[in-house]
Nanobody, 126 residues
Framework: QLQLVESGGGLVQPGGSLRLACAAS????????IGWFRQVPGKEREGVSC????????HYVDSVKGRFTISRDNAKNTVYLQMNSLKPGDTAVYYC???????????????????WGRGTQVTVSS
């Protein structure tokens, strides 16, 4: 019954903001590392941000650092990705994923993330 469901995607103008949510059921998110990934059709999936289960530290790839903020609400069993100052290059399907293993979530090793949501579309366009 494990399920990850992303929401909050949509169409936004450059410079705008969106907040993505990943609601978990059947698991307790606090027991996992949590990653946000994104993918454009035909392109390689890339890591964006993550929270490490070992110490709760947050990590960001350089391209989103200072613009995106990852957070977790344990009471709601939900992880968020606040995205500000959005650029057209941020357009992608955004996925949340969880990992019960691995020491460094910021390496974004795909096989370490064993559970994935179906994704939510983010489109940044004028």
């Amino acid at each position: 019954q494990l399920q990850l469901v992303e929401s909050g995607g949509g169409l936004v103008q450059p410079g705008g903001s969106l907040r993505l949510a990943c609601a978990a059921s059947g698991i307790t998110l606090d027991n996992y590392s949590i990653g946000w990934f994104r993918q454009v059709p035909g392109k390689e999936r890339e890591g964006v941000s993550c929270i490490n289960r070992s110490d709760g530290s947050a990590h960001y790839v350089d391209s989103v650092k200072g613009r995106f903020t990852i957070s977790r609400d344990n009471a709601k069993n939900t992880v968020y990705l606040q995205m500000n100052s959005l650029k057209p290059g941020d357009t992608a399907v955004y996925y949340c994923a969880i990992s019960s293993g691995g020491y460094y979530c910021e390496n974004y090793v795909m096989y370490e993330y064993e559970y994935w949501g179906r994704g939510t579309q983010v489109t940044v366009s004028s």
